[in-house]
């Protein structure tokens, strides 16, 4: 269980394409270096009070909730409220008031809360961010409290409960936003929107893996923009800019919407990457997951496509495959194929297509500049 202290995460930039030194709120110029502290901070006071009026209700009730915030507390980049912030600040300019705002901004990350404990639950993931995941914690309370039943169906059956408890959380944090309630209504269609693809693709992610055989790169590609993409950089940047009244501007809207797509997906490709490559010490989650389950990723849908026959055939072991040495191998075949290399020209050309939409982008010369560098950030991180 983590403590109730809660620590500030930076999105690492890289000082140039292709690097990744130092801290986001250490290079972008006017970047506010206390914007992800006052999120931070503005969801521990928000979860304090939250697990409080729980408790109230039945001390039993403590340690789910305890959970729930610490699915929230215990690590993480912070990144959608951070492409929000940029959204909102691309139009507001330097003097918006922020204090306004922060609740819907860190609503967002409540949001993701939601999303990756119930992603966990489907994955049958045992860890996320170096901890086990909140199934995997619930059922090991369970087995040490010698409770009656099974502890994996009790585990799965609290994590279900800690992500509802998320949406309906964020729900109530971003009512807290004091801004005039017509432009709260105009916050809450991109809001929903965004809820209701990323649903829709997570259903096509888990449809994936029961029916790999009809799955091709254009549909791995349709998933990483609707199940990441939309609610990772495109909606959270429609997002920040409806907080700013500026819903109706269709150059920005335009601009903002081609900037998140492609920096989206090249986000959700380098996932595919750092899922068989990454380094767990860093990602927090075991290398390889995705040749274990055998899903059907941009990065092994290329692969397929790309491979000989005979590799081919090897390929067809995703999804069986268990040991480390099976899976090193599977690894260095995927690479052997050429498909890590496509991956990374389709990042790059991704990168290089928001970038040109910010050219035109009818925005904030710092939010320029930071989108710009959040690009790079985005598709060069290591977790």
């Known amino acids: 269980m983590a403590n109730d202290a809660v620590t500030a995460h930076a999105l690492r930039v890289p000082t140039q394409a292709g690097a990744a030194d130092g801290p986001t709120r250490g290079v972008l110029p006017a970047f506010p270096d206390d914007l992800v502290t006052r999120i931070d901070d503005t969801l521990a006071a928000f979860l304090a009070a939250e697990v409080a009026a729980l408790t109230e ?15 929230v507390l215990a690590g993480g980049k912070r990144v959608r409220p951070i492409f929000a912030y940029w959204g909102w600040r691309g139009v507001i300019g330097a003097d918006g008031p922020l204090p306004s705002v922060l609740p819907a901004l860190a609503a967002l990350e409540l949001l993701h ?45 609290v994590a279900v409960l800690v992500g509802d408890l998320c ?34 693709g997570q259903y096509l992610d888990v449809l994936g893996e029961h029916d790999a055989a009809s799955w091709s790169v254009e ?3 349709r998933v990483a923009r609707y199940k990441t993409a939309s609610y990772t950089v495109q909606h959270p940047l429609l997002f920040g800019a409806s907080l700013a009244g500026a819903e109706a501007d269709a150059p920005l809207i335009a601009a903002y919407t081609r900037y998140g797509l492609a920096v989206g997906e090249a986000f959700q490709l380098r996932d595919d990457l750092l899922g068989i490559y990454g380094d767990p010490a860093t990602t927090g989650k075991p290398a390889g997951d995705d040749l274990r389950t055998g899903k059907p990723t941009t990065l092994l849908m290329l692969a397929r496509q790309l491979a000989t026959p005979f590799q081919r055939r090897a390929l067809d072991r ?38 040109t939409a910010l050219d035109t982008a009818p925005i904030d010369g710092a939010a320029r500049t930071a989108l710009a560098s959040l690009a790079h950030a985005a598709a060069q991180r290591r977790a």
């Open 318 to 355: 995703a999804g069986t495959v268990t040991g480390v040495r099976e899976v090193t191998g599977l690894a260095e075949l995927v690479a052997d194929t050429g498909a890590v290399a496509r991956v990374e020209r389709m990042i790059t050309e991704r990168v290089a297509e928001a970038l």
């Open 57 to 71: 209700i039945d001390t039993a009730l403590r340690g789910f909730a305890v959970a729930a915030r610490d699915c």
């Open 113 to 157: 809360a939601f999303a990756v404990v119930h992603d966990d639950v489907m994955d049958a993931s045992d860890t996320r961010r170096g901890r086990p995941t909140a199934h995997r914690a619930a059922a090991a309370g369970h087995r040490a409290a010698g409770h009656a039943g099974d502890p994996e169906q009790f585990g799965e059956a």
């Open 167 to 200: 949406l309906v959380w964020a729900d109530r944090l971003m009512a807290q936003a004091t801004v005039p309630p017509a432009r709260l209504l105009d916050v809450r269609r991109c809001y929903d929107q965004m809820r209701i693809e990323t649903v829709a």
């Open 219 to 221: 549909r791995a590609l």
